[in-house]
């Protein structure tokens, strides 16, 4: 019944997933504590501008907040929508997606991450746009690059994903060739040259040198989590490794675009995982980063169940384990 109403393309669901993250955002003001990250001074220069622009007030950080999750749901919607991801319109890929982050109550207040994802957004946006024409390649490899450099300049972490543009050309292509690896390179690099020339003729690059040490060096600890959270993180994987097994399971009778689209998610997960053990500033927040390929794996999984029964078990359990983590952070 519950599955059956969510796999639905109806307003009402809408309405459900803006309530779900009010009742996160509610929460997260509930708790007065600010998620943890750089000191003031050491932020990326546009999630520093950013900042400067809205304040410091907790209220306004968790209603920013809940926006920005709120537009990444509705960019998600949108790329099932109009590449079809999932072989039905429905509002699960963006309920899902707010599903997972509801376990994640570190993350329920404003983090330069959630900037760094919707440029992420746009540059897949690009490269899926870029496996279904054949003209504008080159213009699709500057902007996917693009869109990296100036996600990056929010949450410096996000330029390592440029990787994932150049594995999706590949994927696209066959081949990665020289034009494309060139203006995907120019892309990723035109936004931090304009920032540089900044600094530089201010006479200020060495902060500009000191803030991006700081966002790759500097550890960032966060509240040590409970039982419960590693709980949340089990049933997360094993929906996952479902998900997964199921997914590949049918690639054979998926179109060769579709089958691109998911490669190129792929690849975000490889990417998060690489950078999560190797950078050392990057934490628990690339579990939100994650939580976009998921989205997309998991609905894909919930839709195909034949019986809604099973489905249905899978939302409860994931709604009582969420409601549960809210109540005891």
């Known amino acids: 019944m519950i599955l059956k109403i969510l796999k639905k393309n109806r307003s009402y669901n809408f309405i459900l997933i803006l309530l779900l993250i009010g009742l996160m955002a509610l929460f997260s003001f509930l708790r007065i504590e600010a998620c943890p990250f750089l000191d ?16 410091s007030n907790y209220l306004i950080n968790c209603i920013f907040s809940a926006t920005f999750i709120l537009l990444i749901s509705l960019l998600l919607l949108r790329l099932n929508t109009t590449f079809t991801l999932i072989q039905e319109k429905t509002f699960l890929v963006p309920f899902i997606f707010v599903l997972i982050l509801g376990g994640f109550v570190f993350f329920h207040t404003m983090h330069p991450v959630y900037l760094g994802i919707l440029f992420l957004l746009f540059s897949l946006n690009r490269l899926f746009n870029a496996c279904t024409k054949d003209r504008g390649g080159l213009s699709f490899a500057f902007d996917a690059g693009f869109y990296i450099g100036v996600g ?12 994932v543009v150049w594995a999706g050309l590949f994927k696209i292509h066959g081949q990665l060739h020289g034009r494309y690896f060139i203006l995907s390179l120019l892309g990723t690099l035109f936004p931090w040259l304009l920032t ?34 590693y709980i949340y993180l089990s049933f997360l994987v094993l929906l996952t490794i479902i998900s997964g097994i199921s997914l590949l399971s049918h690639v054979n009778s998926q179109k060769v675009v579709t089958r691109k689209y998911y ?33 997309f794996i998991i609905s894909n999984f919930m839709v195909s169940i034949k019986k809604e029964i099973f489905g249905d078990i899978i939302l409860l359990v994931f709604f009582c384990l969420i409601v549960w983590l809210q109540i005891t952070a």
């Open 40 to 55: 003031e001074g050491n932020q990326m220069p546009l999630y520093d501008f950013f900042l400067q622009w809205a304040g």
């Open 263 to 295: 490669g190129i998610l792929f690849w975000i997960l490889i990417v998060s995982i690489i950078i999560f053990i190797l950078v050392p500033s990057v934490s628990e927040e690339i579990l939100v980063i994650i939580a976009v390929p998921l989205s």
């Open 196 to 229: 540089f020339s900044y600094y530089f003729f201010t006479d200020t690059q060495y902060l500009l040198n000191h803030i991006v040490y700081q966002n790759f060096y500097s550890l960032v600890s966060y509240k040590v989590p409970e039982i419960n959270y």
């Open 152 to 163: 990056s300049l929010f949450y410096f972490p996000l330029i390592f994903y440029f990787f």
